[in-house]
């Protein structure tokens, strides 16, 4: 039981160039997150899933783009990645409002 | 939407001693406040939490209490010990079915030995 997967681990990027963030959980939760977490600032939701097939905007999803692929799966994409955008990316899935979390990723745009 | 304070941003205390980080929200609908312990460069983990229908809970040495008519919630730490020194967020939960958290920015516990 391996509980919220992400990959990859670090990445660096330079300003322009694109990614994606993979989160895979296999608790059977009906509910994804997407976070980044900057220093001083805690974790600010970017965007979440509540169930297969709907997506929803949180805090700060300019930048972003995210794809429910299947119940297991939410993936975070940067399009055109930017300096403002170095961050620590969580996902985190849950049942009842109990999130947990994967063990993220170092994202570094020069 | 929900604010989140959390305070105070930094604490020291002495191994042994009881540590205690507060919290306060804005949203009166908010009705899920979980504490999450983040140690350096690992994931948050929840360590515990509290529904509105409820007080107080324990957890061997931690506990939470909520006040709903102040909006405030906070987490104590008892006989802390080293391996009690990580980040502590508070966080609160709002929108039934989605079941979004919006989190306080943290405070750093260091337990001196």
């Known amino acids: 039981n391996a509980g919220v997967t992400q990959t990859p681990k670090f990445q660096v990027l330079k300003t322009g160039q694109s990614m994606t963030l993979q989160c895979a959980q296999d608790?059977?939760?009906?509910?994804m997150y997407w976070y980044r977490q900057d220093p001083g600032m805690g974790l600010r939701l970017i965007y979440y899933s509540a169930s297969e097939g709907t997506t929803d905007k949180g805090e700060v999803p300019n930048g972003y783009n995210v794809s429910r692929l299947n119940k297991r799966e939410f993936s975070l994409r940067l399009e055109s990645a930017a300096p403002s955008q170095t961050s620590v990316y969580f996902c985190?899935?849950?049942?009842?409002?109990?999130?947990?979390f994967g063990a993220g990723t170092r994202l570094s745009v020069l | 939407g929900e604010n989140v304070e959390q305070h105070p941003s930094t604490l020291s205390v002495q191994e042994g001693d009881s540590a205690v980080i507060k919290c306060t929200y804005s949203d009166s609908a908010s009705n899920y406040f979980p504490w999450y312990k983040q140690e350096l460069g690992k994931r948050p983990q929840l360590i515990i939490d509290i529904r509105s229908n409820v007080g107080e809970k324990k957890d061997q040495r931690i506990a939470v209490t909520l006040n709903k008519t102040a909006k405030h919630f906070s987490l104590h730490i008892t006989e802390t010990q080293p391996e009690d020194s990580a980040v502590y967020f508070c966080?609160?939960?709002f929108g039934a079915g989605s079941y979004q958290l919006t989190f306080g920015k943290g405070t750093k516990l260091s337990v001196i030995p």
């Open positions: 966080a609160a939960s």
């Open positions: 608790m059977n939760h009906n509910s």
């Open positions: 985190a899935s849950g049942r009842d409002s109990i999130q947990y």
